[in-house]
Nanobody
């Protein structure tokens, strides 16, 4: 099994920045693609960003392009999400996810492991 633990969430004013981290442990050798998702109460969880194992394929949802940057440190089994120019509509619980498959351009992949989430609140 793989355990994922997010950190770095909090309260920030609009226009501010936060950096989320996700530490993976356990059978980390089985992890390939990793991603971030977010969810607000009453809505479905939505994709935010994903990165392939070597970082050669990166994808973002349109609303965060140019503001968020996903990265990973495989040596330390950590995933990051740098969030700049935050907007109130970015308020959500952010989840880290890992897949036993690597990213393929143009194809969605299933995610096998999920963290517990970290709250991000952006005030106006």
């Amino acid at each position: 099994q793989v355990q994922l633990v997010e950190s770095g969430g909090g309260l920030v004013q609009a226009g501010g920045s936060l950096r989320l981290s996700c530490a993976a442990s356990g059978r980390t050798f089985s992890i390939y693609a990793m991603g971030w998702f977010r969810q607000v109460p009453g809505k479905e969880r939505e994709f935010v960003a994903a990165i392939s194992y070597l970082g050669r394929i990166i994808d973002y949802t349109y609303s965060v392009k140019g503001r968020f940057t996903i990265s990973r440190d495989n040596a330390n089994n950590t995933l990051y999400l740098q969030m700049n120019s935050l907007k109130p509509e970015d308020t959500a619980v952010y989840y880290c996810a890992a897949s036993a498959r690597d990213m393929i351009l143009g194809m969605e992949i299933p995610y096998d492991y999920w963290g517990q989430g970290t709250q991000v609140t952006v005030s106006s």
